[in-house]
């Protein structure tokens, strides 16, 4: 089940919403690619090429730019440098 609560601190996404993230993307670009093979049923000229690189390249480039752009979102916690107390202070 996805968590639907608000992130407030620096922490990174979730291991789910990343998946689902690279999931989506991957998932795109893959019928970007059937699109190309079937336009190679009815394309002809140079633009024949053009569709035949991109059916056989995409599955290399959805792979890397699903994983480059989730590796790009990562970031670093943020800790605080001291605790401050609050209230009335010792005697």
Do not use: H
Request: glycine share 4%; charged share 25%.
């Amino acid at each position: 089940m996805r968590s639907t609560t608000t992130n407030v601190t620096s922490m990174a996404d979730s291991e789910y919403d990343e998946r689902a993230a690279r999931m989506k993307k991957y998932t795109i670009m893959m019928l970007i690619r059937v699109a190309c093979f079937v336009a190679l049923i009815w394309v002809r000229g140079p633009w024949m090429f053009v569709f035949a690189a991109g059916a056989i390249f995409l599955p290399y480039f959805a792979v890397v730019i699903a994983n480059a752009a989730t590796q790009r979102r990562t970031r670093k916690v943020e800790r605080p440098s001291f605790l401050q107390r609050r209230g009335k202070p010792d005697a």
